[in-house]
């Protein structure tokens, strides 16, 4: 089954203590992408990678790193997280030829930093 | 600030009723994608529209691409309980083509 999976699906840490969520997806997708959803706000994008070691920052990239080592994961890193990071988040992943095409999305991950 | 606007923010239909979301840009884009995102789900494809003036159905749902490409709308004719949800449209600017832009939302509740 075609899908993009997230890891943990919740997650409640303190400020300043790192925390990674791994996204990964088994559809041999060239493009991946972060998004953060908050009320009124819509999503918006975090990172984003066209392929393999190509990363480049969306709208909102503060506070946040990733990594594309492998086709298939794209983990986001929170180095020191922050209340202001409490969000819910999505990983997406698509094809990529001229530009990112349909984009399948996980399941989330609710996040709160205290 | 937010470069794709929608509008309305929420939007209340009795059912039965037909529905519109409108989606503004403040610069060209290359093309549209909307998503539809049930409550507590994660956002799933609906369609994508590509050509200037682009009109597609599927089932009660339209969709249109401004000739300016600035714009679009999604219309829902004799909604249902299950149309519920918040409605994004997504795009990629011609000048920045592998960055994707969702606007906020337009969320539909349907009162049977």
């Known amino acids: 089954e075609a899908q993009v999976t997230q890891n943990p699906r919740y997650l409640i840490t303190v400020t300043g203590k790192k925390l990674t969520v791994t996204c990964s997806q088994n559809m041999n997708h060239e493009y991946m992408s972060w998004y953060r959803q908050d009320p009124g706000l819509g999503l918006r994008q975090i990172y984003y990678?066209?392929?393999?070691?190509?990363?480049d920052k969306g709208d909102v990239p503060e506070g946040y790193k990733v990594s594309r080592k492998e086709k298939r994961n794209f983990p986001l890193i929170l180095e020191s997280p922050s209340p202001n990071q409490t969000s819910l988040y999505f990983c997406?992943?698509?094809?990529?030829?001229?530009?990112?095409?349909?984009?399948?999305f996980g399941p989330g991950t609710r996040l709160l930093v205290l | 600030g937010q470069q794709v606007m929608q509008i309305p923010q929420y939007q209340h239909v009795q059912e039965g009723e037909d529905f519109t979301t409108y989606c503004n840009s403040s610069?060209?884009?290359?093309?549209i994608q909307w998503y539809k995102q049930r409550p507590g789900g994660h956002p799933v494809f609906l369609i994508q529209?590509?050509?200037?003036?682009e009109v597609k159905k599927q089932k009660r749902l339209t969709f249109q691409f401004g000739e300016a490409k600035k714009n679009s709308s999604l219309h829902i004719t004799a909604t249902q309980t299950t149309d519920v949800g918040t409605y994004f449209c997504?795009?990629?600017?011609?000048?920045?083509?592998?960055?994707?832009?969702f606007g906020p939302g337009t969320s539909l509740s349907v009162i049977p």
């Open positions: 990678s066209m392929n393999v070691e190509v990363t």
């Open positions: 997504a795009g990629t600017k011609r000048t920045s083509y592998d960055k994707v832009i």
């Open positions: 997406a992943s698509s094809r990529f030829t001229i530009e990112p095409e349909t984009q399948y």
């Open positions: 610069t060209t884009l290359s093309n």
């Open positions: 529209l590509v050509k200037s003036g």
